[in-house]
């Protein structure tokens, strides 16, 4: 680069006088060489005063605008250190970090438009001018980069399980905007838990709570099921725990457990350490639950919504609590394992693992899911229908009549097919037992208008037919069988003449 100085005396230059730097362009040079060396950053217009065209800001603005290019090119090493270390993050948290990623760049952003805006406005020499509308032109593009990533930011973080970021399909830019500052606190809550998570699930092989693999999981709310539970007694001797603590036993390594009817060589563990409910659903069905999660999860009433506080329950008392809360399911391979509060689960055939509210995982059978909670979507339902069908059939044949017509249809029939049989065999049990009559023959109902098969026999060298409903001579209404106390009186009252 060729620079001149000119000066009122030539060879001498006054006191006070500025050095004026005229650019004079190189050969084999261009625009972006410079640009890239900061060559450009010079004095053009004869005046090193700081005081630059409008056409000179607008091309350093620009230049800042692409500035990302520049440090890739001249920062390399740094540049992929920064951004494998963005990807990491993402990766750890989940995309739980991306608001804050976000929110920081748009931060960063504002801070570079507002330094390059003072630097502009303070600026002795050209060089210091074109930094600064450079500076403004970078910000400008952080914060712009920022905005346009704030909707799609939220809808990673609400699938990582950021409540406060659900909902960005329905905001404008300004609005996702604002709302990526306000889930920060949630963001970083919600990121340190994932980043526990995922290196527990890394590090052990075991799926843990806030792991990336429970991502994607289907949400239901439970249904007002109720539930006799009793707060766990950790005091006094091995046999007074035991005899305290119906269900409990003690394992051979001394703590204590409660059989698992799901999977037997999985029992639940009891932390004596934290205050516990024994959940009791019936028979030999039982379960732990931790206290922390019952607090936030089983009312007395539900129309108070008054949730119980385990800590301050009698200890061994039996009560009914009602489940209300929000949970999720996710599908994975058969013998996955996964961390409980309980110890490590193995996912059954025929088992999903269900999320509770506070993230933490467990095996549980589709059937009991199904059952217990609701709200599932669509999507959700076709999915429990590929692993248990006769759950979904069970537990939501709703959703079969409106979703699989056919084989509603088929469902309808066979019911009405198993009604049928059952009551056919109950009449022939009567009419065999009470009235002495021998069944000769038995026939599938030939009319929509009968819930059982005609029944056929011969008394007195006559034939007769035995039906639900009469239908004709010679037949046998049975709707009132039970009032009669011989045959006779049977075939007198019931014999359609």
């Avoid at 100085?5 to 500025?18: D, E, H, R, V």
């Avoid at 056919?424 to 023959?441: S, W």
Wanted: overall charge negative; hydrophobic content about 40%.
């Amino acid at each position: 680069m060729t620079i001149t100085i000119s000066a009122l005396n030539a060879g001498q230059m006054p006191i006070g006088t500025k050095e004026t730097k005229v650019l004079q362009k190189e050969e084999g040079t261009n625009w972006f060489s410079d640009w890239l060396n900061d060559k450009d950053k010079v004095c053009t217009d004869g005046a090193d005063d700081g005081s630059i065209s409008f056409g000179e800001a607008a091309e350093s603005f620009g230049k800042g605008l692409i500035g990302l290019i520049k440090g890739v090119i001249n920062h390399p090493i740094a540049t992929t250190v920064t951004l494998g270390a963005g990807v990491a993050l993402t990766v750890a948290t989940g995309g739980a970090a991306l608001p804050v990623m976000v929110a920081l760049g748009a931060g960063t952003g504002a801070v570079m438009i507002g330094k390059g805006a003072y630097d502009a406005a303070t600026a002795e020499t050209d060089a210091q001018a074109k930094a600064a509308w450079e500076g403004i032109g970078n910000g400008t593009f952080a914060v712009a980069a920022s905005v346009l990533g704030a909707k799609s930011s939220l809808k990673a973080a609400s699938k990582a399980g950021i409540t406060s970021a659900q909902g960005a399909e329905n905001m404008n830019i300004a609005q996702a905007t604002v709302q990526t500052f306000k889930t920060i606190p949630e963001a970083l809550k919600v990121s340190g838990q994932n980043i526990k998570g995922n290196v527990l699930t890394w590090t052990t092989g075991n799926i843990h709570a806030h792991s990336n693999k429970l991502q994607g999981a289907e949400t239901y709310m439970s249904k007002a099921n109720k539930v006799d539970a009793y707060r766990f007694n950790p005091n006094g001797t091995p046999e007074e725990i035991l005899a305290n603590n119906p269900g409990v036993y003690r394992g051979t390594d001394g703590k204590y457990y409660l059989p698992n009817k799901w999977s037997a060589d999985e029992p639940y563990l009891i932390d004596t350490s934290k205050d516990n409910m024994i959940m009791m659903y019936g028979g030999d069905d039982m379960a732990v639950c931790d206290g922390a999660i019952f607090k936030s999860s089983y009312v007395k009433d539900l129309k108070a919504m008054d949730y119980q506080d385990p800590s301050k329950l009698a200890y061994g008392e039996v009560s009914t609590f009602t489940k209300q809360a929000p949970g999720a399911f996710k599908v994975m391979p058969e013998g996955t394992k996964i961390q409980t509060l309980e110890g490590v689960r193995t996912v059954g055939k025929g088992e999903v693992v269900a999320i509770d509210h506070a993230g933490n995982p467990y095996a549980s059978p589709a059937a009991t899911v199904l059952g217990k909670n609701t709200g599932f979507s669509d999507n959700a339902m076709n999915t429990m229908y590929e692993l248990d069908a006769a759950a979904v059939e069970k537990n939501n044949l709703g959703w079969v009549e409106t979703n699989k017509p056919e084989r509603y249809s088929a469902i309808v029939a066979e019911k009405a097919a198993a009604a049928e049989t059952a009551k056919t065999a109950e009449l022939t049990q009567i009419l065999e037992n009470k009235f002495g009559i021998k069944i000769k023959d038995i026939y599938p109902g030939s009319s929509s208008q009968y819930d059982c098969s005609e029944m056929h026999f011969v008394y007195n060298g006559k034939n007769y037919i035995c039906a639900r409903y009469g239908f004709g001579k010679n037949s046998i209404v049975l709707e009132n069988i039970n009032e009669y106390s011989n045959i006779e009186e049977l075939l007198q009252n019931s014999h359609l003449k």
